[in-house]
């Protein structure tokens, strides 16, 4: 990962806290999924929700799917609210960077007291 990509997953990751922080656990995903933009955008970041992406098999146009986040056109970012993080969590996003292209991904769980974080490049 470039140093480039680690200082960004840094600012992502201060924002996710801050949210974390005045908001607390508790809430719907739908709640931190407004929250979390707000912060990234008051630090000067571009950020797409909702951003619907095209999923192809066999070379053909299947389905549509729409991502938590996009920040800076570089990093997925998925928002859950979940007891404990587990595989599919994990595949969901890689199946995510691998349909963008992208190779970084942030997965954050805002139900735990402490805000989960797992980081994922592909």
Same mark, same amino acid.
């Given at each position: ?37 707000? %912060? /990234?955008?008051?630090? +000067?970041?571009?950020? !797409?929700?909702?951003? &619907?992406?095209? *999923?192809? =098999? ?19 970012? %998925? /928002?859950?609210?979940? +007891?404990?993080?587990? !595989?599919?969590?994990? &595949?969901?996003? *890689?199946? =995510? ?26």
């Amino acid at each position: 990962m470039t140093l480039e990509l680690e200082e960004l997953t840094g600012k992502i990751i201060s924002c996710a806290i801050e949210v974390h922080k005045k908001l607390g656990p508790g809430f719907l995903e739908s709640i931190y999924q407004v929250a979390l933009p707000m %912060e /990234l955008v008051k630090q +000067k970041l571009k950020v !797409e929700t909702q951003k &619907a992406i095209k *999923i192809f =098999y066999e070379g053909k146009e299947i389905g549509l799917h729409r991502l938590d986040l996009v920040v800076e056109d570089q990093i997925v970012v %998925e /928002l859950k609210t979940v +007891k404990d993080f587990d !595989e599919s969590h994990i &595949a969901q996003l *890689i199946s =995510y960077l691998n349909a963008t292209g992208l190779k970084v991904g942030l997965l954050f769980n805002f139900a735990k007291a402490v805000l989960k974080i797992k980081r994922v490049v592909s």
